[in-house]
């Protein structure tokens, strides 16, 4: 931008007259509805439908094989969706929805808002069922004829949900740290049992 460009954008922008009232609106219902598409745990916000695993591998192969792999093991940098059961506790853990995800709620939710990479929220409610039914499948989660649906989705667990817990730091830390302070007789007297160097550690008092 030239200088003059700058000085009239300037002088454009000073003219402008002064907002009236606070900005924007209250967002209406439909947009709000666009927006919370999040599924929980217990399955509250999974929309009606159905997949099966051959639906799922067919349109796996067609939208997701090309950078998590055939069988899920990720290619080049793109993660992988499966395999890794059992190396949580190595120097370098495999994390994969069937190793470390606590919940399958995450994987329809996930895959739904963002994938195929740079298409989220392009398939449809019947897709995302087949497509997280085919990555259960890859995990050995379960078998080649099942089909996944609303009303079966929270009878499957993931292998290490019990490797996550809800945050209770509110409850059982933080009281610890909030005690009034002890200003006197506060516990038995430290016992020096050792000197760093000849006055050093300083005497007890
Ligand atoms: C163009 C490449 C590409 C395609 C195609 C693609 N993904 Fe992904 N996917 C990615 C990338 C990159 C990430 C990691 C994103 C991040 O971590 O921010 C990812 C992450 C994921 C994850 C989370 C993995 C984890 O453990 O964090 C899932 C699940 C997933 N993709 C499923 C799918 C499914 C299902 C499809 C097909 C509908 C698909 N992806 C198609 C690139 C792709």
Not at 75 to 90: F, H, M, V, W
Not at 123 to 151: E, G, K, M, S
């Amino acid at each position: 931008m030239s200088n003059w460009a700058r000085l009239s954008l300037l002088a454009t922008l000073a003219a402008a007259p002064a907002a009236a009232g606070p900005l924007g609106r209250p967002a209406l219902p439909a947009e709000i509805a666009a927006w919370n598409i999040d599924i929980r745990p217990d399955g509250a916000g999974l929309p009606e439908g159905r997949g099966s695993v051959t639906d799922g591998e067919a349109l796996y192969a067609e939208a997701c094989a090309a950078c998590h792999g055939d069988f899920g093991e990720g290619l080049g940098r793109y993660p992988a969706l499966a395999g890794g059961q059992g190396t949580l506790k190595a120097d370098r853990p495999t994390k994969t929805v069937g190793s470390f995800w606590p919940h399958l709620s995450t994987l329809f939710d996930y895959t739904r808002r963002a994938m195929p990479a740079y298409q989220g929220q392009s398939l449809t409610a019947d897709q995302v069922y087949a497509l997280t039914a085919y990555i259960l499948n890859l995990n050995d989660l379960v078998p080649a004829d099942f089909t996944l649906r609303r009303q079966n989705f929270t009878t499957i667990r993931l292998p290490n949900v019990a490797g996550f817990r809800p945050d209770d730091r509110a409850t059982v830390e933080d009281p610890l740290f909030h005690q009034p302070p002890c200003r006197e007789a506060c516990g038995t007297r430290p016992q020096i049992t050792a000197r760093a160097s000849p006055g050093l550690t300083p005497d007890a008092r």
